[in-house]
């Protein structure tokens, strides 16, 4: 009985492993904030920011996955200067750790929701009462090419907790476009 269950476990743990993809992912932010403090004589302007990291996707079915990981990721704005003729950028760094829902189709395109934990690692202005965490909403689009590439599209709906939480100053909306590349494939 003992052997029987041991082989069982193994081959379980085998097809689970199997379905296991682990992607390097770089890519491009492009975004705003949105902060209680300013009012309408200070706004502020869309700005290019960075994003990078692993993504680690596990492929629970044959038109489902879930895509987590870990990734390094820029958000941002600029506000012009009083004092000179300039703008100024404001970078905010965040430790993301997406956790996100996918659905498959025609085994090349994918659609996807979800959430993004988000720890800010170095904030644009420091304050005591600011939190250092925050959890986001995401939406992406994905296309497959190649085999091992993929090129991904994706909405961050900034601080769900900031909606709840009138002290928070800024609240982020991010667009992104990565490309992935497929390291390893346990098969």
């Known amino acids: 009985m003992n052997k029987h269950l041991l082989i069982i476990f193994l081959f379980s743990q085998f097809s689970l492993f199997s379905q296991i993809s682990i992607y390097l992912n770089f890519g491009m932010n492009y975004?705003?904030?949105d902060t209680r403090y300013s009012g309408s004589f200070a706004p502020y302007?869309?700005?290019f920011s960075y994003k990078g990291g692993i993504d680690i996707r596990y492929k629970f079915s044959e038109n489902y996955f879930i895509k987590s990981g870990l990734l390094y990721s820029q958000r941002g704005g600029s506000v012009d200067n009083p004092f000179v003729e300039r703008r100024d950028k404001l970078i905010a760094e965040f430790l993301e750790m997406p956790i996100i829902i996918n659905r498959v189709y025609k085994d090349r395109y994918s659609f996807g929701i979800g959430l993004v934990v988000s720890h800010l690692g170095h904030p644009v202005v420091h304050r005591i009462e600011e939190r250092k965490y925050d959890i986001d909403f995401t939406t992406t689009i994905g296309f497959k090419f190649y085999n091992r590439f993929s090129l991904d599209a994706s909405y961050l709906f900034g601080g769900l907790l900031s909606y709840f939480n009138k002290n928070d100053a800024y609240l982020y909306s991010v667009g992104n476009l990565s490309l992935s590349?497929?390291?390893?494939?346990?098969?």
Not at 181 to 187: G, H, V
């Open 31 to 33: 975004g705003n904030y």
């Open 45 to 47: 302007y869309n700005m």
């Open 181 to 187: 590349y497929r390291l390893f494939q346990f098969k």
